[in-house]
C-alpha cells in the first residue's frame, strides 16, 4: 500500500542502471562477473521496496541504507555464490533427524565416495570376465553375509548388540528363506522400494492391508497413495485398533496378489488392540501360496534391546520369520546413505529387478560406495564406525561428562547454563515411544525468550539447531560430534554478550 510518504521514499531509490553506475559496486563486477552484481542489485533494491512498503523504513534510515549499498551488494552476492546446503550442529538430540538429513556418514564411507567420485570404477564391469556387470553385487554381498543367521549370531556378540531376533521369529525359523537364497537390490529410497515392489508383485491385482497399518510417513509417504501409483488395489481389513489374520483370510481372492504389513514407524495404538502376528501371516501366506511382504522403514540390522530399545523389528527378524519380501531405508536405524532396500528370495528379487521402473529408481555410484563402506562395517562387527550406532551407545554419563566440560568452559556473562537430565529419540520414525536417557545443557538468558536464543544459535557458524522445551533451549551433546563441542562453546561465548 502506497501512502504520500512510502511514495516519496520510493523516488528516492535510485534504478538498478544508477547502482551499477556507483563505482564501488561497478568494481565488484571483477569479483564476481558483471550479471551477478545486476542481479545482487536488483535484490537488494526488491528488500529496500519491501521494506519502505511495510513500513520498516523512514527518510533516515532509507538515506542511511542508499550510502551502504555498495556493501549490501556485495554481502549479497557473497550470500548468493556460497553454498546453500552447508553442515550444521545438530543439538536436538534426534539421531536420525530428517529435516537434517538422518543419517550422517562415517569416515570409511566419506573417503570411500571420495575415491569413486574422482576416478571411474567398477560399477558394472565385471573384472575378471571383462564384460558388463552389475551395480548390485557390491552390495548384494554384503548384505547376503549380513543377512543369514549364523552371521548374524557373531556379527554382534563382540559388539555389545544382539543379533535382530525377537522369540517370535525364532518360533518360525524354519519356515525363513534359506541364507543363500536371500538377495537385496537397492533403490533412491524406501518410498520408491515400496513402490516398486508393489508394482511389480501386485500391478492390476489387490493387495491386502491392515486398516491399522495405513500410515502416513512424514513427506506425505501415504501407504494408499503409494498403492494407488503402485497400480495395485489396496484391500483395506480390520478396523484401525485390531485386525486378526481371518480378517486377512476372509479377504483372499483369485485377484489378491500379495499380503502386506507396515511398520507403523512414528506412532503406536494402545489400549484394546490386536494385530496378526508374523507367524500368523507367514503361515497364512504359505497355506494361500500369495506373498508377504513387510514394509519395515526403520530397517535395524541390530537388535537394539541391549541399548533399551524395545519393539523395533529388525530385517532379520522377518526374513528368518519367513517374510518374503522386506524393504527399509538405507539411511534410518541402518546408519548409511539415503537408500531403499529391497531384501527377500532370490525369485522375488529377480523379478523385481527386471521391472523397468527399477531403472528409474535405482541408485548411483556414491551411494554405492557409502553403503558398501557401512555395511562392511557392520561385517567387520566395527560398529563405532557407523555414527549413529555410536551416539546411540554412549550413556547417559558419557554425554553429561561432556555438557559439564561444555559448561564448565563457556564463559557467558548473562547465559545461564544447566545440566538437567532429558530423552534423546532415535527419530526417523523408528521406536517412537522409545527413548534413551540423556543429559542435556539447558540455557536461559535474561532478557531473551528461549525462541529468541534458539534463533540465535541458528545464526552461528556453523548453526547450531537446538531443542525448546518449557522456556529453556536444550543442547543434547549425544547427536553432537565430540570434535564440534568447541564450535559448541565458542557459539555459547558468543551469542549473549
Ligand atoms: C520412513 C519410512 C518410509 C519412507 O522411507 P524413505 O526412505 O524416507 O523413503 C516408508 N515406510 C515406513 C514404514 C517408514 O518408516
Redesign the pocket.
Known amino acids: 500500500m502506497k501512502t504520500a510518504a512510502s511514495s516519496e521514499l520510493f523516488r528516492k531509490l535510485p534504478s538498478v542502471d544508477d547502482v551499477m553506475h556507483v563505482r564501488a559496486v561497478a568494481e565488484l563486477a571483477a569479483n564476481y562477473g558483471h550479471d551477478s552484481v545486476v542481479d545482487g542489485a536488483r535484490v537488494v533494491l526488491a528488500r529496500l521496496r519491501q521494506e519502505i512498503t511495510s513500513g520498516l523504513l523512514d527518510s533516515d534510515a532509507l538515506e542511511l541504507a542508499l550510502t551502504g549499498l555498495a556493501g549490501a551488494v556485495e554481502k549479497q552476492l557473497r550470500q548468493a555464490l556460497s553454498y546453500s546446503l552447508r553442515p550444521v550442529i545438530n543439538a536436538t538430540g534426534v539421531i536420525l533427524h530428517?529435516n537434517l538429513g538422518?543419517a550422517p556418514l562415517g569416515e570409511a564411507a566419506i573417503e570411500h565416495i571420495r575415491e569413486t567420485a574422482a576416478s571411474y570404477s567398477n560399477l558394472e564391469f565385471d573384472l575378471a570376465a571383462g564384460a558388463r556387470g552389475k551395480r548390485d553385487v557390491h552390495v548384494d554381498r554384503l548384505f547376503r553375509r549380513l543377512l543369514t543367521n549364523d552371521a548374524a549370531g557373531t556379527l554382534i556378540e563382540g559388539a555389545g548388540l544382539r543379533p535382530g531376533g525377537t522369540a517370535e521369529a525364532a518360533v518360525s525359523t524354519r519356515a525363513g528363506i534359506a541364507p543363500s537364497e536371500i538377495a537385496t537390490i537397492a533403490v533412491?529410497?524406501?518410498?520408491?522400494?515400496?513402490l516398486l515392489a508393489l508394482n511389480t508383485l501386485a500391478d492390476g491385482g489387490e493387495v491386502i492391508v491392515s486398516r491399522g497399518e495405513l500410515?502416513e510417513?512424514?513427506?506425505s509417504?501415504r501407504?494408499p497413495d503409494v498403492m494407488a501409483k503402485s497400480g495395485a488395489i489396496l484391500r483395506e481389513v480390520g478396523t484401525t485398533n485390531r485386525t486378526r489374520v481371518s480378517d486377512y483370510e476372509q479377504a483372499i481372492t483369485e485377484r489378491t496378489r500379495l499380503l502386506l504389513r507396515?511398520?507403523?514407524?512414528?506412532f503406536e495404538i494402545t489400549g484394546f488392540t490386536e494385530q496378526a502376528s508374523m507367524v500368523e501371516l507367514v503361515t497364512l501366506a504359505r497355506k494361500r501360496s500369495i506373498p508377504l511382504m513387510e514394509?519395515?522403514?526403520?530397517g535395524a540390522l541390530l537388535d537394539l534391546r541391549s541399548i533399551g530399545i524395545e519393539g523395533e523389528p529388525g530385517v532379520l527378524d522377518s526374513l528368518r520369520g519367513g517374510v518374503d519380501i522386506v524393504?527399509?531405508?538405507?539411511?534410518?536405524l541402518l546408519g548409511g546413505p539415503?537408500?531403499?532396500l529391497i531384501s527377500g528370495g532370490s525369485e522375488f528379487i529377480a523379478r523385481i529387478r527386471s521391472n523397468s521402473l527399477f531403472r528409474a529408481l535405482r541408485v548411483d555410484k556414491l551411494i554405492y560406495a557409502a553403503l558398501e563402506a557401512t555395511l562392511l562395517a557392520y561385517v567387520r562387527r566395527d560398529h563405532d564406525a557407523i555414527p549413529t550406532l555410536r551416539m546411540m551407545r554412549l550413556t547417559k554419563e558419557e554425554v553429561g561428562e561432556r555438557a559439564a566440560k561444555v559448561a564448565a568452559r563457556v564463559d557467558g556473562s548473562k547465559l545461564k547454563v544447566e545440566i538437567v537430565d532429558g530423552e534423546s529419540i532415535l527419530g526417523?520414525?523408528?521406536a517412537p515411544s522409545s527413548v534413551l536417557p540423556t543429559r542435556a545443557l539447558a540455557l536461559t538468558c535474561e532478557g531473551l525468550s528461549a525462541d529468541e536464543l534458539a534463533a540465535r544459535l541458528r545464526g552461528s557458524e556453523p548453526p547450531i539447531i537446538a531443542r525448546v522445551e518449557e522456556g529453556r533451549v536444550l543442547l543434547d551433546l549425544r547427536t553432537v560430534f565430540p570434535e564440534q563441542d568447541a564450535a559448541v562453546v565458542a557459539a555459547l561465548t558468543r551469542i549473549v554478550v
Open positions: 530428517t538422518r533412491n529410497n524406501n518410498a520408491a522400494a515400496v500410515v510417513i512424514g513427506g509417504f501407504i507396515v511398520h507403523r514407524s512414528n514394509d519395515l522403514g526403520s524393504t527399509y531405508s538405507g539411511d534410518k539415503q537408500a531403499g526417523g520414525g523408528a
